[in-house]
Structures are given as C-alpha cells and as structure tokens.
C-alpha cells in the first residue's frame, strides 16, 4: 500500500470510456494498493436497484451516485469514484474538492 500523510484526504477518480475496465481495474487497485474502500459507481448502484434491467435505473442511480460523493466528501472520507468524463460536470466538484484540502488522482 501507498504511504501517505495520515491527515490528507484522497478522492480517487477512475476516468475511461465505457467497456475500458474501470471497475476491474478498481477492484484491485483500490483496497490492496492504495487502501480505500470506498468505491462509489453509478453501473453498481443501479444493478443494485434492479438486477434484471439495471438500465431502467441508470438515472436514479445516478442521483445516488452524486448524492453519495457528496456525503463523503462532506464527512471527509477518502473515496473513489468511477465515471466517463465525458461532460465538464466535475471539474467544478474537483476544484472544490482542492479547495476544501482533498488530492484527487
């Protein structure tokens, strides 16, 4: 695992296109390389609220996913999400983020 200064807050971000293996890629590096549990992903999330059609429940668990950032970041949390970056949406939330004592990477 990474060695880090015990008072710094973290927010991994995991940015690809679709189909690039971001989540396979999260569950491994994730826990064992950097120490984070923490691992909030919209794809996840709407499986969890219908595992047969998980597409019907993409907007929904998109609400969730921002809403439960939010908390985290909030609670100061180290955290990581997984997303697209496919719009500007975030780069105000990663400014903010710097802003408020977080390291995103």
Do not use: H, Q
Request: hydrophobic share 40%; net charge positive.
């Amino acid at each position: 695992m990474a060695e880090r200064c015990s008072n710094e807050k973290r927010i991994i971000i995991i940015a690809g296109p679709n189909g690039a293996g971001k989540t396979t890629f999260a569950w491994e590096y994730l826990p064992i390389e950097v120490g984070i549990t923490t691992f909030i992903n919209a794809d996840l999330i709407a499986a969890g609220l219908s595992p047969f059609a998980p597409e019907l429940a993409a907007r929904r668990a998109g609400r969730l996913m921002l809403e439960e950032i939010d908390r985290c970041g909030a609670a100061g949390m180290d955290y990581a999400f997984e997303i697209t970056l496919a719009g500007k949406g975030y780069l105000k939330r990663i400014e903010y983020w710097r802003r408020t004592g977080y390291r995103s990477s």
